[in-house]
T-cell receptor
Framework: NAGVMQNPRHLVRRRGQEARLRCSPMKGHSHVYWYRQLPEEGLKFMVYLQKENIIDESGMPKERFSAEFPKEGPSILRIQQVVRGDSAAYFC???????????FGPGTRLLVL | EDKVVQSPLSLVVHEGDTVTLNCSYEVTNFRSLLWYKQEKKAPTFLFMLTSSGIEKKSGRLSSILDKKELFSILNITATQTGDSAVYLCAVDGGATNKLIFGTGTLLAVQP
């Protein structure tokens, strides 16, 4: 059973470009969570999605960030018009249902030049 | 505001030593407390604790939760160099299961 998959593992963008980060949950998991880890800081919750629904986006910046988890395909975290402060590791986690253990992917390390 | 505090921030020990990592929390709607080990990539799951006083064990690692005093400890006995990592404590804050993380304890085990 493959774990949580994330791609790309590393992404370099120039200021103003768009970044798209993908997350495929573990097989049988329909709940996806995105977290951001800034340099020298702990992981911070961004958004929680279930298939086709955003359940909690209280940790997501109000502008430039969006997330989706379509019926088919991976969950996407999209950052428009990236700025240097968006440079971080973005981790995705999945669980089979609400309240169960979240298993993490390897992360995408975004560097904004 | 919900928060999770871990101590110490970092720790250097020698192989064979026993270490205790601490995690205290203040959250409005506690559901569970989780420990993860983070090396260079994905945080890997260690334990989920929901009830006070029940020790969870996995090999040389063990953990226990005290819901009255709002803390948990993670013990590692007979440490090995492969235990070197950042150990993360997180609390499931209830309604939407978002995890609130501490900043982690960096453990370095020297040969």
């Amino acid at each position: 059973n493959a774990g949580v998959m994330q791609n790309p593992r590393h992404l370099v963008r120039r200021r103003g470009q768009e970044a798209r980060l993908r997350c495929s949950p573990m097989k049988g998991h329909s709940h996806v969570y995105w977290y951001r880890q800034l340099p020298e800081e702990g992981l911070k919750f961004m958004v929680y999605l279930q298939k086709e629904n955003i359940i909690d986006e209280s940790g997501m910046p109000k502008e430039r960030f969006s997330a989706e988890f379509p019926k088919e395909g991976p969950s996407i975290l999209r950052i428009q018009q990236v700025v240097r402060g968006d440079s971080a590791a973005y981790f995705c986690a999945s669980s089979p249902s609400r309240g169960e253990t979240q298993y993490f992917g390897p992360g995408t390390r975004l560097l904004v030049l | 505001e919900d928060k999770v505090v871990q101590s110490p921030l970092s720790l250097v020990v020698h192989e064979g030593d026993t270490v205790t990592l601490n995690c205290s929390y203040e959250v409005t709607n506690f559901r569970s407390l989780l420990w993860y080990k983070q090396e260079k990539k994905a945080p890997t799951f260690l334990f989920m604790l929901t009830s006070s006083g029940i020790e969870k064990k996995s090999g040389r690692l063990s953990s226990i939760l005290d819901k009255k005093e709002l803390f948990s400890i993670l013990n590692i006995t007979a440490t090995q160099t492969g235990d070197s990592a950042v150990y993360l404590c997180a609390v499931d804050g209830g309604a939407t299961n978002k995890l609130i993380f501490g900043t982690g304890t960096l453990l370095a085990v020297q040969p």
